[in-house]
């Protein structure tokens, strides 16, 4: 009983800081990126679905936890699908 307790606790502290921060899209310390293979320190937290669509491949259900890299990743690719719809959107 006593060993159940002190494994929950770590877990139960990074669970509320995630959900403290995440629609800041801010990360708490020691949160790992969600890319599969990497494992690096997150620095910011994004809806799945977006972060899918941008080509990465992530787990989880929800949120999606970036590190640096792969933030920077993130941002090319959205970037380049909003020039897509503008050109779209012109082209109309
Ligand atoms: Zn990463």
Do not use: N
Request: charged share 35%; with cysteine; glycine share 10%.
């Amino acid at each position: 009983m006593l060993l159940l307790e002190i494994d929950l606790r770590p877990f139960g502290q990074l669970h509320s800081q995630v959900s403290r921060v995440g629609d800041l899209g801010r990360v708490g310390k020691g949160v790992k990126c969600s890319v599969q293979g990497c494992g690096k320190e997150a620095v910011r937290s994004l809806p799945v679905e977006k972060v899918v669509k941008a080509g990465l491949k992530v787990t989880g259900s929800r949120r999606a936890y970036l590190c640096k890299e792969h933030y920077k990743d993130f941002k090319k690719a959205t970037k380049l699908e909003r020039l897509v719809d503008k050109w779209r959107y012109r082209a109309r």
